[in-house]
């Protein structure tokens, strides 16, 4: 097995002021290449502890991808700091000062001298090419290790990692095929819950069954090595049976773009008519081109259920829409959701015992339990259903 690890570096990462989505992102996709990070580590802007960590480091990964340090201020050090742990000088790379050069005149700007930093790079360092940045990559051998060194710009990160790393690494080394993941994710359920009801399964070697809680959601998910996918695939449909009416969606591409896809399939728009979710279900469904035909937030106001049956009703009407979705205001824990479909009009008034969470957390969870409304509908299914801690008090259909 590859030991591969990745080191993320910066004052602002060490200290909590961004969050380093860049660790998440080369995790999940590393995983899927078959090559699961072992370790993840974050140093502050020292030199010397980025020279300590590199020599630490490179005596125990076959790979580690260090990310961040590569721009032109002072308290960028990841070239520095590769030299110096490899005893030897920093070289100026005169092809890519020329692409820098060629960079920012092409957009009508003057390069500033401190970008010529950007350039340099240990003296035995092989380029790593950087298509969308002013940044070169670059990759040495310390030790046992090679060293990839990278940008901390996401979209720059991403790119070199997929065209740049990857095929170094198949080149370099003989891949294990990429691990089985078998996810679903509920709602309404608790993580105890779901975990006590999954104790019995017996597991094949190697095999885990992980949980994953991220309000309002718990993601099961099944993991093992490819050798062991039939007996992965004859266990699933218990997973499945036990998440039951929790289960809202498989995979990993999650509701909005499921509801999406499925509303463009059958032809059918959407409005929205939004109190306590202040425009977020508008936000969740326009990002992934859920035909939405137009969306409103308005202040929170005392409603009936009939009131916001009626309401989403003619909203529905007046814009010609397929469906309409409305989330009323909370009043005591208390909030209406309605849809209004070509058949009729489906309303809930639902109890939530949330309010130890944050205002986003409640927003989060109410938007959910709205698009699972919508799930079931799209499904067949009876838009209420029994939710664990979220309790429908009532419900109503007006034709």
Request: glycine share 6%.
């Amino acid at each position: 097995m590859i030991n591969v690890e990745m080191l993320s570096t910066g004052d602002e990462v060490l200290h909590g002021q961004i969050t380093d989505t860049n660790a998440a992102w080369l995790a999940d996709i590393f995983f899927e290449q078959g090559l699961p990070l072992t370790r993840r580590n974050t140093v502050g802007d020292s030199l010397e502890s980025l020279v300590d960590i590199l020599r630490e480091r490179s005596q125990h990964a076959d790979v580690l991808i260090v990310n961040g340090g590569l721009g032109p201020t002072s308290d960028d050090l990841s070239a520095l700091a590769a030299a110096t742990a490899k005893g030897e000088e920093l070289v100026l790379h005169t092809e890519w000062l020329a692409h820098m050069e060629r960079f920012f005149s092409e957009r009508g700007r003057v390069m500033a001298p401190s970008n010529r930093k950007q350039a340099e790079i240990p003296a035995s360092a092989e380029l790593v090419d950087n298509p969308v940045g002013t940044a070169c990559g670059f990759a040495v051998q310390l030790n046992r290790c090679l060293m990839f060194f990278t940008p901390g710009v996401p979209s720059e990160f991403k790119v070199m990692v997929e065209k740049e790393i990857l095929p170094r690494l198949r080149q370099r080394f003989t891949l294990p095929e990429p691990p089985i993941c078998l996810r679903l994710t509920t709602f309404g359920r608790s993580e105890s819950d779901l975990a006590q009801s999954l104790d019995h399964l017996a597991l094949p070697p190697g095999v885990t069954m992980g949980y994953r809680s991220s309000m309002p959601i718990i993601e099961l998910k099944l993991t093992g090595p490819a050798t062991e996918k039939a007996a992965m695939l004859a266990l699933w449909p218990e997973v499945q049976r036990v998440a039951g009416e929790s289960l809202i969606f498989e995979g990993t591409e999650g509701l909005p773009a499921l509801i999406a896809r499925d509303l463009q399939a059958r032809q059918l728009s959407l409005t929205l008519s939004e109190q306590f979710t202040g425009g977020l279900l508008a936000l969740q469904l326009s990002r992934v081109s859920a035909p939405l035909l137009a969306s409103e937030v308005v202040p929170s106001q005392e409603e009936t259920l009939a009131q916001t049956a009626h309401w989403v009703s003619e909203r529905r009407v007046k814009h010609f829409a397929g469906l309409a979705l409305a989330v009323s205001g909370v009043e005591e824990d208390h909030l209406n959701f309605a849809l209004a479909t070509p058949e009729g009009t489906h309303a809930l008034r639902v109890k939530m015992s949330i309010t130890r969470h944050s205002m986003a957390v409640r927003q989060e969870v109410c938007a959910m339990m709205a698009l699972n409304m919508l799930r079931r509908w799209l499904n067949g299914k009876p838009v209420a259903s029994e939710h664990g801690w979220i309790n429908v008090v009532e419900t109503l259909f007006m034709p």
